[in-house]
């Protein structure tokens, strides 16, 4: 008997019964064969050891291909687990997942592991990895797997939910074995642990059972693992890169904002600096919005449950909410999580017509969501944080125009800040969940991809991944590092509108429902500061950065002059910051680049006597000698100007 392969290049060819996937990698070439960690069949991974179960499509995955990089680094993480075993007698090993770039394993250890630890556990790896172990697949019954696991706690809970996502169905349980080690899992993995050519522990964290704070506390231990140790160091690199652009670390730095412990979870303070950024950006964002036909809307923090009732969050959404206040009237009201009914009652608060529409209602409200702790994220997830949020109320046959027009407008703003790469992904209906008319449904669909096409936007099908009132466009941007971060959302909703009972009249008095847009641009003002920050790594464009020019006095005597400078600049609407302290001048101005202000001023005898200035832009390492005032003034009017 024989089995029937389609190959990747759409030729087909036969191959005896239990041939492996290393033999099919083989038959195609000896690169490939070396290349590979293991074999998809009809979509799904197996081991190359394998007999193929069965005919169908197959492609051979290599280490170097993202899949294949997940199987090397899920192997790793056994090989992770098995160290630790070894070195910490009694341990409880829980999961050891494949993540984005590496991989983790939770463990219970009694304590949390120290570098010492770490640096013993990533030496003990190096040595199976050397032994070059096999990793050799095994199903066992239910029975046997419990007794197997008999002392590990959190594996016999696996097992015993039969869980057929973590482990293989019909109640048989896939066990690997290298070595002595045996854990639960999948697969697939690659074939030896000497496939694992570069690897890394990378950092240690604590991590709740399950993710489940009433759960036992485990100690997780991450890791990277690449096909090359040439991959390994580019990637450290980009992590090196990314910590010294880390918002968490350059807020306190450039004195921007904190999170303060007494404040609680996911909640920030601004500080003058962060404070005054965040105007200029909220000016900004106030005024376009003016000026491509918005109106700005203002509501409270807090409405009745009545409110939330109608919208249907207190249905769905009632577990990111904050709880319920409870007020002698008998009234209870709940924190605001989203912005969308108060724009509603607006539209609702007067009769209207189809003159008015398309209705663009714009606010920066603040919202609060009772987020994990665990999911909390510096500026990028928070508990309490403020959307450019609007909503838009149209007639159906503007839907597509009005769609576009978002687009666009969303590309402008985002440019505007720096961003030049931009992707999409568009969530479609999903059949066993939708509501509405599919008309409706499949009109909206088309305008969202329509738009795409004419802003020139490569985007990807979320085929099925739209909630169930509507499609949506997700915009991705790529920042100075070729980091991927979701930003805007449009979201087509056709549930609000029948909720709340929403019309308008249509000429001739014909009452018609309207359809409503949500639309997040920057998201949150914090998060997309946040992102700003990483882009720019602190060194903000002039027209955003909070001191746009430091003005330094060589010594005290020059300090007169050098407020008649910061006289002349802050004249012209520029925030400047004339240094008065005891340092020297070097200390001065290395001060100012830490801080990375956009430009210097230095001023010393010369300059008091002919009116200049010493002139450096930020990332230049030369100062520009006696530069007239007045055309050093110009210099920074011109780079400080706002994108109009
Ligand atoms: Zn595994
Ligand atoms: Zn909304």
Redo the contacts with the bound molecule.
């Keep these: 008997m024989s089995i029937e392969l389609f190959l990747p290049d759409a030729t087909s060819r036969s191959y005896p019964d239990g041939t492996t996937g290393t033999e099919v990698a083989e038959s195609i070439g000896p690169r490939l064969a070396a290349a590979a960690v293991a074999i998809s069949l009809n979509g799904q991974l197996l081991d190359l050891s394998r007999p193929l179960p069965s005919g169908g499509l197959v492609s051979i995955i290599t280490e170097s291909s993202e899949e294949g990089r997940q199987v090397l680094r899920?192997?790793t993480?056994?090989v992770l687990a098995q160290a630790v075993l070894s070195l910490f007698p009694g341990a409880h090993f829980a999961i050891?997942p494949a993540i984005e770039d590496g991989f983790y394993y939770d463990f219970d250890v009694g304590r949390p592991f120290t570098p010492d630890d770490v640096a013993a556990i990533q030496e003990r790896m190096s040595d199976l990895i050397g032994d070059d172990q096999p990793f050799e697949r095994q199903e066992v019954g239910k029975d046997e797997a419990l007794a197997i696991f008999a002392d590990q706690p959190f594996k016999k809970e696996i097992i015993d939910a039969v869980d057929p996502t973590e482990i293989s169905g019909e109640g048989e349980v896939t066990l690997?074995r290298n070595d002595g080690f045996i854990?639960l899992?999948?697969?697939p993995?690659v074939p030896s642990t000497g496939r694992i050519k570069a690897f890394r522990l990378t950092r240690t964290a604590g991590a709740y059972w399950r993710g489940d704070e009433q759960r036992p506390q485990l100690q997780r231990i991450y890791g990277t693992a690449w096909e090359s140790r040439a991959a390994l160091d580019a990637y450290l690199q980009r992590l090196e890169e990314a910590e010294r652009r880390d918002h968490r670390r350059l807020g306190p730095e450039l004195d921007l904002f904190s999170f303060p412990r007494e404040l609680g979870s996911g909640l920030a303070v601004w500080h003058p600096k962060g404070g005054l950024v965040r105007k200029v950006i909220e000016d900004y964002s106030r005024r376009v919005h003016l000026a491509h036909g918005y109106h700005i809307v203002v509501s409270p923090h807090v409405a009745r449950s009545q409110l939330w009732k109608t919208s249907g969050h207190l249905n769905f959404y009632v577990e990111g909410m904050y709880p319920a206040i409870d007020l002698d009237e008998g009234d209870t009201y709940f924190v605001k999580p989203m912005n969308c009914p108060f724009h509603i009652l607006i539209f609702r608060a007067r009769p209207r017509s189809y003159r008015e529409l398309p209705l663009r209602l714009y606010e920066l409200g603040t919202v609060y969501r009772y987020e994990r702790s665990g999911v909390l994220h510096g500026l990028l997830r928070m508990r309490g944080f403020t959307q450019d949020d609007s909503h838009i109320f149209c007639r159906r046959g503007q839907l597509a125009d009005e769609l576009l027009n978002l687009l666009e407008f969303t590309l402008m703003v985002l440019r505007d800040f720096g961003f030049e790469e931009f992707e999409a992904d568009v969530s479609t209906r999903n059949p066993d969940k939708w509501m509405g008319a599919l008309d409706m449904w499949e009109e909206a669909t088309e305008a969202l991809t329509d738009a795409l096409a004419k802003a020139g936007l490569n985007y990807r099908i979320a085929e099925g991944e739209a909630a169930f009132y509507g499609p949506k466009i997700d915009v991705h941007i790529k920042d100075a590092i070729g980091r991927r971060w979701q930003l805007t959302t449009l979201q087509v909703d056709f549930a609000q509108p029948e909720n709340f009972v929403l019309d308008y009249a249509e000429a001739g008095n014909r009452k018609e429902r309207p359809v409503m847009i949500h639309r997040a641009l920057f998201g949150s003002v914090e998060r997309f500061f946040g992102i700003l920050v990483e882009h720019y790594a602190g060194a903000f464009p002039m027209w955003l950065a909070p001191v746009q020019v430091s003005i330094i006095p060589v010594a005290d005597r020059h300090l007169d002059y050098a407020r008649r400078v910061g006289e002349s600049v802050t004249e012209v609407d520029l925030r400047a910051e004339v240094v008065d302290s005891d340092e020297t001048v070097g200390e001065k101005i290395r001060a100012a680049l830490t801080m990375k202000h956009p430009a210097v001023l230095v001023v010393g005898d010369k300059d008091v006597e002919q009116e200049t200035v010493g002139f450096r832009w930020y990332g230049e390492d030369r100062e520009q000698r006696g530069v007239a005032l007045q055309q050093a003034v110009e210099l920074l009017v011109d780079a400080a100007r706002a994108p109009q």
Excluded: I, L, N
């Design positions: 899920h192997s993480a056994h050891g690997y854990d899992c999948r697969g993995h």
